[in-house]
């Protein structure tokens, strides 16, 4: 197996029903954008009943239809949001947890030293996080939190540092496939080709998922020459 091999996104996932929630983060091969992605996935009815919604340079997770949610603290929070030059994306509400330590100069590593993988057991889904750090030079940091045995014991931490490679990302995601229990993501995060342009990488995510599954999709290029943004939201409840 070759550790340096780069793929696309779409055979990353090929034949996966159910990757369940990821995150990509890299830089376009003209090295002019650094890039992120991050989807959501499910299963249950709860699961799928979710849409991201915009606000400001944030994003935040909403039941699609309010009436069929039971607690809504389960279902909103923000998988995306921005301080100062830092870029966070994450799969939870340990979103928050980063921020917070950020804002009191605090650091990425330091803030998920106090959380751990969800207690949904048995599944125990790992909680998946990024920081993309757009200073004088762009480099971005990649996590994982899950559970050390099949009993959920203990906590194991991996954190990944990436500099800028023009063209390279790096995805992670929560589970290696469907299952009873779902099979933690594990290994270091997979090498995938970034696109150029936005909307090639965007058809090519969403497109791969699988169409029973996936609920919402975000893709945002950021310039480092003046942080000017594009960004593609497709959520699945609203699509025509």
């Not at 990649?142 to 990436?162: A, E, H, P, V, W």
């Not at 229990?181 to 270091?188: A, D, K, M, N």
Request: aromatic share 12%; charged share 30%; hydrophobic share 30%.
């Amino acid at each position: 197996m070759d550790c340096y091999e780069t793929k696309t996104f779409d055979s990353r996932v090929k034949g996966n029903s159910y990757v369940g929630r990821g995150i990509v983060v890299g830089t376009s091969p003209s090295g002019e954008y650094a890039v992120f992605a991050y989807f959501i996935m499910g299963r249950s009815n709860n699961s799928r009943n979710r849409v991201f919604v915009k606000e400001g340079k944030n994003i935040t997770i909403y039941p699609f239809d309010p009436s069929k949610v039971d607690d809504p603290s389960l279902i909103i929070y923000s998988p995306i949001r921005e301080i100062g030059n830092s870029i966070i994306v994450t799969n939870g509400d340990q979103t928050d947890t980063i921020y917070d330590f950020i804002k009191d100069g605090k650091t990425f590593e330091e803030a998920l030293d106090t959380r751990t993988f969800e207690p949904d057991e048995p599944n125990f889904t790992p909680r998946i996080s990024a920081i993309l750090n757009l200073g004088e030079k762009y480099t971005y940091k990649m996590n994982i939190l899950k559970s050390i045995d099949k009993d959920g014991s203990d906590c194991q931490r991996f954190t990944y540092s990436y500099p800028s490679v023009k063209g390279l990302g790096h995805f992670i995601h929560t589970y290696q496939g469907d299952g009873k229990p779902l099979p933690t993501f594990f290994g270091e995060c997979e090498r995938v080709e970034i696109p150029e342009d936005i909307d090639e990488f965007t058809k090519t995510i969403w497109n791969s998922l699988d169409e029973d599954n996936k609920i919402s999709l975000c893709v945002r290029y950021i310039s480092l020459k003046d942080r000017t943004e594009r960004e593609v939201i497709i959520n699945k409840n609203q699509e025509a």
